[in-house]
């Protein structure tokens, strides 16, 4: 399991991130301080740092800069967080070490896309290309889906519509997020069109008496409910 550590001194965002990590599979510690961040990972180092600019304690980019001088984190994979007008800054904080930033408010799908790419860079064997949850299986490299072992197939649209959902568990997608995050924003597409893949995933994946995974939000959208029970 990677272990990810996430220094962020908005509570709401961090637990947000937790959240989403966590449901990726991976073990998550977090605190709010630059400088106690710097003490804990003396202690141990995880597999990926996820940076806030602007902590108390020591600012994020200076113990950026502190992490590439010890050996034992000199090549921590690092991504730094940062508000908006700290742009400006970001050349700074890539000379100073970070492997990628995200200004905020960024997409969380879209942050742990690059979580995803920078382990995988880092560290191959650590990331699993397996999304699980309940009887659903989901291999992002192969592309492969299988329910209780039964193998599901899926179209491109239907395969990509349930990653994006499996990646962020009982949280609710609006049509347009769905549009956003699965076809693009590039892509004029209906609404209606979601409505269609989501009627073709639920065939797809709900055969006999299997419970139905995706849930409705009247009004708001859709949702891959994680407690759904295994029938
Ligand atoms: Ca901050």
Redesign the pocket.
């Known amino acids: 399991m990677p272990k990810v550590l996430i220094v962020?001194?908005?509570e709401p965002l961090s637990l947000l991130l937790r959240y989403n990590l966590e449901a990726e599979g991976y073990a998550v510690e977090s605190c709010m301080r630059g400088d106690d961040a710097e003490v804990r990972l003396r202690e141990s180092v995880p597999d990926l740092l996820l940076l806030?600019?602007?902590?108390p304690g020591i600012s994020g980019i200076e113990l950026c800069r502190r992490l590439r001088m010890r050996e034992d984190t000199e090549r921590l994979p690092i991504i730094m967080l940062t508000?908006r007008g700290e742009e400006a800054e970001r050349i700074r904080g890539l000379s100073t070490g970070a492997d990628d930033y995200v200004v905020k408010p960024f997409s969380v799908p879209e942050l742990m896309a690059r979580v995803r790419a920078i382990l995988r860079r880092a560290n191959p064997e650590v990331v699993s290309s397996m999304l699980r949850s309940g009887d659903i299986e989901l291999d992002r490299e192969t592309h492969r889906v299988r329910r209780s072992t039964k193998e599901i197939h899926l179209g491109p649209t239907e395969f990509r519509l349930l990653e994006f959902l499996m990646t962020s568990p009982g949280r609710v997608f609006s049509r347009e997020q769905l549009l956003d995050g699965v076809w693009g924003h590039d892509v004029y597409v209906d609404e209606r069109t979601v409505d269609v893949h989501v009627g073709r995933l639920r065939k797809a994946l709900n055969r006999g008496k299997a419970k139905d995974p995706i849930r409705t939000v009247r009004g708001a959208g859709y949702a891959f409910n994680d407690q759904f029970a295994v029938a």
């Open positions: 962020e001194d908005e806030d600019w602007m902590l508000a």
